[in-house]
Each structure stands twice: as C-alpha cells, then as structure tokens.
C-alpha cells in the first residue's frame, strides 16, 4: 500500500472482544496508530459524533444490533454524524444474499472471516487510493456500486458523464 496508515483514524465496531484484539494487531501491524472500538451500534455511533473517524470496520452482527441496519441509518439518517464515512464489513457469513444486502446499504467493501493481513490491506488499497463516487438516489444511498464503465450498457441509469462525453466528442 503506497498511502501510508499512521494518520487514518480507524473505529472498528465488533462486539467480540477476540476480533477487536485481532483486527487492531493488524493494524497496528500496518503502521496504524489510530484504532478507536465500539461493542454496539449505540456506542459506533456515540464514537463518529465524537471522533474524527476515517474508516470504519463493521461486523455484519454487532450482538443484539444488525451491521446492516446500522449501515443503513449511518448512510441515510439525516442526523447521521458521517453518511459519507468509508465501511469495511467484516462477517463470517459470505453468502450472496449477505453480501448484497450490505451492498445494498451503502458499504464500501466486504471482507470475509477469518480476516487476513493481506485482505485487509488489499480493501483498504481500494478505499484509499481508488474511492468510489458517493451516489445518493431515491432507493440508495452509498459508493457507486459499479466498479467499471461498461460501454455496451445503454440503459436509463447510465452514467451522466459518458453520456456527456458522447454528447460532445473531443474537438
């Protein structure tokens, strides 16, 4: 990774004491200096009202609390103290539904469990040095969720600038 970490503050929201105690040591291995925790999505959101946070790291259950709703309420909730805030999800459970409903509620990039130094570092590269367009539309709220332009796609949602770079070829 070319940015270097010792200055991104990070909140890792996970209610198991052994994955906050993996995931810092991570980080802390990457140069990371910065590592706030919350156990609940009460705390998670007590910490970004009062903290300059700059990634967050959420488990896809936080005990009691869903990560996905929690997603959900950061991105869309008018009083959300960061709606643009990036989010790692980190889960146990990688199906396609699981995978698609965090999509769906404005994550960033998902990383499965067992989590390793190199998969972190690999979603942080992209977070870091390849940020997403953040898109707000009447059904979604988060980072653009097509990673490429595909020329051949030619329907209602296409994106406005290709459309404007067809519009008006280079002179």
């Known amino acids: 990774m070319a940015a270097p970490l010792e200055r991104v503050r990070f909140l890792h929201v996970d209610d198991n004491a052994h994955m906050l105690n993996i995931v810092r040591t991570m980080l802390r291995g990457l140069g990371v ?3 706030l925790e919350a156990r609940t999505a009460e705390q998670a959101f007590e910490r970004l009202r009062h903290d300059s946070i700059d990634i967050v790291l959420l488990d ?3 005990g009691e609390d869903d990560g996905v709703e929690f997603l959900r309420a ?3 909730d008018p009083a959300s103290p ?4 990036p989010v ?3 889960t146990a459970h990688s199906e396609r539904a699981r995978v698609e409903a965090a999509r769906d509620a ?3 990039e998902f990383c499965t469990k067992p989590i390793t130094a190199n998969d972190l570092v690999r979603k942080l590269t992209v977070i870091i040095e390849h940020p ?3 898109v707000r539309t009447d059904t979604y709220v988060g980072p ?3 990673r490429r332009d595909d020329p051949a796609y030619r329907g209602p949602e296409r994106r406005r600038d290709r459309q404007r770079r067809e519009a008006a070829p280079d002179a």
């Open 33 to 35: 200096e910065h590592v």
């Open 60 to 62: 896809y259950a936080i």
């Open 74 to 76: 950061l991105r869309c």
């Open 82 to 85: 960061a709606p643009f805030v």
């Open 88 to 90: 790692i999800m980190l």
């Open 106 to 108: 404005g994550v960033n």
């Open 132 to 134: 997403r367009q953040f």
């Open 144 to 146: 653009d969720r097509r």
